[in-house]
């Protein structure tokens, strides 16, 4: 049985996959040239462009490293780059392990 994707985590899926595709078309990219540089088939790019949430995780930072977006969506994911990573960070983790 497939569970269904509450109607924000679709929505975000489905601005990810515009952005995918803006960011495409503004490195002046084809589907085709990011296919190969990320190493799948042009129906799985569909997929990442149009949101579809069964893609894996694997697929669509392959894609973002094909754009040249992948360290960006990791720093943004970095709790310690905002102020409230690194204030609970202090107050929850030991020294070695913020470190």
Not at 51 to 77: C, I, K
């Amino acid at each position: 049985m497939r569970r269904t994707s509450p109607a924000k985590t679709h929505r975000a899926a489905t601005l990810i996959g515009e952005h995918v595709v803006t960011w495409r078309k503004l490195r002046g990219l084809t589907a085709e040239q990011v296919c190969q540089r990320a190493g799948i088939s042009r129906p799985t790019l569909r997929k990442v462009e149009t949101g579809d949430p069964t893609v894996t995780v694997e697929t669509f930072l392959n894609v973002l490293r094909a754009l040249g977006r992948l360290d960006s969506v990791v720093d943004a994911l970095d709790p310690y780059e905002t102020e409230f990573g690194r204030a609970r960070a202090d107050q929850l983790l030991p020294d070695r392990v913020r470190r």
